[in-house]
């Protein structure tokens, strides 16, 4: 029992690592540039911890029931898959794309209210008002708001970085086991990103009340490190897939 706890306890600080891999920092941070509200962040970061908690428990499954085993090919083609996806929302965040769409997809509340007429009759009728931003419930986000953030996290599930946890928990016999350990990975994913997303949502705020400019340049700089990465990531798979 005492090595049982042990294992858990190690997947939950593996899960905790592994949410501030390089690669998913940097994703993130081109997410938080437009939200006002420090919780807005937080529901980003477990929107995109449950997308990779998802594609994770998938690959899982049939490692731990089939004995499946991913070819190192494959795993390089994820990886540079990640590093597509980077460069894309480099691109999205410096031509703007990204905020055109997110006003396109911005959620409609609708809400119904008195008014008095000239003739002094009372009548009521409905309104339709854009929500800026997301809104106070995670069902107010909007389609796109919410969906951006889990297809991040279901590709970055793919990668081979998620592999070592995968691995361990093939060695566990137990299925219940296995399945306390994965979840307890799981659950230190999500919990890692949303610190970080809250950590840094909250400093992308205070730079925009203090300077817009220099949220721009922010803003501007995430795109571009963002772009950058990816292409490292991409090179870097590619000499490894050739040699």
Do not use: C
Not at 58 to 77: H, N, Q, T, W, Y
Not at 87 to 115: A, D
Request: charge should be positive; charged fraction near 10%.
């Amino acid at each position: 029992m005492p090595i049982f706890l042990t294992v858990l306890g190690f997947g939950f600080l593996l899960g905790l690592r592994h949410a501030t891999d390089a690669d998913h920092v940097v994703a993130i941070t081109t997410l938080l540039g437009k939200h006002g509200k420090i919780k807005h962040s937080t529901i980003i970061g477990i929107l995109w911890g449950i997308g990779h908690s998802i594609t994770v428990t998938l690959i899982a499954i049939p490692i731990i029931f089939f004995s499946l085993v991913i070819s190192p090919s494959l795993e390089l083609a994820l990886e540079f898959l990640v590093g597509v996806m980077l460069v894309l929302l480099g691109i999205f965040t410096l031509t703007g794309i990204t905020e055109k769409v997110s006003k396109r997809f911005t959620p409609v509340s609708i809400h119904r209210h008195p008014h008095k007429a000239k003739s002094g009759s009372d009548h009521s009728h409905f309104h339709f008002h854009i929500s800026k931003l997301i809104s106070e419930n995670i069902h107010h986000i909007g389609i796109y708001q919410t969906i951006r953030p889990i297809i991040i996290g279901l590709i970055h599930g793919l990668a081979g970085s998620a592999a070592v946890a995968i691995l361990i928990l093939s060695t566990i016999n137990n299925p219940l086991h296995s399945a306390f350990y994965l979840f307890l990975f799981h659950f230190g994913v999500i919990f890692g990103m949303m610190i970080i997303t809250t950590f840094l949502g909250a400093s992308v705020i205070l730079v925009k009340r203090k300077s817009e400019n220099l949220h721009r340049y922010l803003i501007t700089a995430s795109g571009v490190l963002s772009f950058g990465f990816g292409l490292f990531v991409m090179y870097e798979t590619s000499m490894s897939f050739f040699n």
